[in-house]
T-cell receptor
């Protein structure tokens, strides 16, 4: 079983739609959680950290369920510029900032 | 300045060549990382340097040799690579090796012929 699993997509949605991505992780020692965004042929960029209480940044909302070992990202009012691959990332406590990346979910927002 | 720079952007090399990838950051970060990313795959950690000392080597073949000359620079020396080593090589840095947020450079796209 992969340490971090995501639906690879692609998710094709029209502009203005709401889209949700899910991610599960297998190691219960995972302590920190993130969503990164990666555009085609570019480097990953931190989109947002994910906190136990859930957190929101503009159109983006992230949720964490430790009991189910499940992370989600909700994007509201999708823009064309949101088209990218979204990587779910976890860090295990005690390991020197060793991030484990999911395979990513590809989002394509269309007119 | 929240930027990690990498040179070159693209590199084509033969299997007998020796080349080096360079990474630089001036954010005062004391942890630096090399990742390898194949097409349609997530980044995979190769090495972690913490305070200029090698902290993690993820069982990377010896044809990849990292070097951290100072706190701002990280090199990856390449020798006798194989075509399957062709990938995007990403450098990242973080404040310390235990800080969560890593900042990635744009990467070097390597092709081994």
């Amino acid at each position: 079983r992969k340490e971090v699993e995501q639906d690879p997509g692609p998710f094709n949605v029209p502009e203005g739609a709401t889209v949700a991505f899910n991610c599960t992780y297998s190691n219960s020692a995972s302590q920190s959680f993130f969503w990164y965004r990666q555009d085609c042929r570019k480097e990953p960029k931190l989109l947002m950290s994910v906190y136990s209480s859930g957190n929101e940044d503009g159109r983006f909302t992230a949720q964490l369920n430790r009991a189910s070992q499940y992370i989600s990202l909700l994007i509201r009012d999708s823009k064309l510029s949101d088209s990218a691959t979204y990587l779910c990332v976890v860090k295990i406590t005690g390991t020197a900032s060793k991030l484990t990346f999911g395979t990513g979910t590809r989002l394509q927002v269309t007119l | 300045d929240t930027e990690v720079t990498q040179t070159p952007k693209h590199l084509v090399m033969g299997m007998t060549n020796k080349k080096s990838l360079k990474c630089e950051q001036h954010m005062g970060h004391r942890a630096m990382y090399w990742y390898k990313q194949k097409a349609k795959k997530p980044p995979e950690l190769m090495f972690v340097y913490s305070y200029e000392k090698l902290s993690i080597n993820e069982s990377v073949p010896s044809r990849f040799s990292p070097e951290c000359p100072n706190s701002s620079l990280l090199n990856l020396h390449l020798h006798a690579l194989q075509p399957e080593d062709s990938a995007l090589y990403l450098c990242a840095s973080s404040l310390t090796a235990f800080t969560d947020t890593q900042y990635f450079g744009p990467g070097t796209r390597l092709t081994v012929l």
